[in-house]
Structures are given as structure tokens and as C-alpha cells.
């Protein structure tokens, strides 16, 4: 099973990017899927996740301007980001887990991580 995240870049205050999590030897559906984030140095930082059925729990740093959605056919997860801040700025990863949960501890596969800066 794998996890490979791809979409992240530099963008300006204000703009918006789209990262992706396309998943091999499973079915997203079968499981939880979540987006994290991490600034080096520090923990990382639940940002959304879906459940099995479809429904999402975004962080409330990020509510209002992320949306995760999945597309069960492609076996892909995305991450939908509006209204972009500096202190959005991480390395975002995708992972899998057993239920919705904003514990990383709780996530058993990780996808390789995308950068995302937002500068001016």
C-alpha cells in the first residue's frame, strides 16, 4: 500500500491550490483518510479528514477555507485550499487511518509530504 502527494508550490497570500493523494494497494473508502501539516521543528498539525462515508472534520485554523474531498474512483484524495495565509506555509502529508480522528498516532500509512509556501 502507498500514498504519493503531489500539487504543493508557491503561491501568493491570498490564492488557492489543490494537493493530491493518489492511493495504490487499497480503497480509500474502506478507510479514513486525513491531510496533515508540518513546519520543521514543530508537531504535526491535523488539518481535515474524511470518514468512510464521505463526511469531513476540518480543523478550525481551516475552516471555511479547505475543503478535502475524494474521488473513489480515481483512488484519490485532494485538499482544496482557498484564502491562502503565510502561516499555512508546511509540508503537507496525506494519511490513512481506521476512523476520523485529528491524532497522527492513529494513522498507519503516509503519503511522502508536498511543500506549500505562501509568500509574497
Known amino acids: 500500500a502507498q500514498l504519493v502527494d503531489s500539487g504543493g508550490g508557491v503561491v501568493q497570500p491570498g490564492g488557492s491550490l489543490k494537493l493530491s493523494c493518489a492511493a495504490s494497494g487499497f480503497t480509500i473508502s474502506s478507510f479514513a483518510m486525513g491531510w496533515f501539516r508540518q513546519v520543521l521543528g514543530k508537531e504535526r498539525e491535523f488539518v481535515s479528514s474524511i470518514s468512510k462515508s464521505g463526511a469531513s472534520l476540518p480543523a478550525d485554523s481551516v475552516k471555511g477555507r479547505f475543503t478535502i474531498s475524494r474521488d473513489v474512483a480515481q483512488n484519490t484524495v485532494y485538499l482544496h485550499m482557498n484564502s491562502l495565509r503565510p502561516e499555512d506555509t508546511a509540508v503537507y502529508y496525506c494519511?490513512?487511518?481506521?476512523?476520523?480522528?485529528?491524532?497522527?498516532?492513529?494513522?498507519?500509512?503516509w503519503g511522502q509530504g508536498t511543500q506549500v509556501t505562501v509568500s509574497s
Open positions: 494519511a490513512r487511518g481506521p476512523r476520523v480522528t485529528t491524532r497522527a498516532s492513529a494513522y498507519d500509512l
